[in-house]
Nanobody, 124 residues
Framework: QVQLVDAGGGLVQAGGSLRLSCAAS????????MGWFRQAPGKAREFVAT????????DYADSVKGRFTISRDNAKNMVYLELNSLKPEDTAVYYC?????????????????WGQGTQVTVSS
């Protein structure tokens, strides 16, 4: 099993940037497709970004494409999400997740391991 710990959230003004990190332990993340999801108050959890096991393939939700960047460092067992040009509608709890799927996945049910979440709040 793999354990995930999310960090890096905070309060930022619109137009600002944050870098979220996800530290994995228990197993090497090179065996997993990794993803980021978010959940705003009163809304369902939604897909944000995903990255393949070797980092060669990425996929983003249309709402964040061009603003967010997912990356991974398998040697350090870390996954990152760079958030730029933040908007108030990006406010949510962000979750890192690991999937045993061989390909990138947008569906949360594909992910068996989840971090505890980190709060991102964007003020207007």
């Amino acid at each position: 099993q793999v354990q995930l710990v999310d960090a890096g959230g905070g309060l930022v003004q619109a137009g600002g940037s944050l870098r979220l990190s996800c530290a994995a332990s228990g197993r090497t993340i090179s065996s997993y497709t990794m993803g980021w999801f978010r959940q705003a108050p009163g809304k369902a959890r939604e897909f944000v970004a995903t990255i393949s096991r070797l980092g060669t393939v990425t996929d983003y939700a249309d709402s964040v494409k061009g603003r967010f960047t997912i990356s991974r460092d398998n040697a350090k067992n870390m996954v990152y999400l760079e958030l730029n040009s933040l908007k108030p509608e990006d406010t949510a709890v962000y979750y890192c997740a690991a999937s045993g799927a061989a390909v990138v996945a947008r569906i949360s049910q594909s992910y068996g391991y989840w971090g505890q979440g980190t709060q991102v709040t964007v003020s207007s």
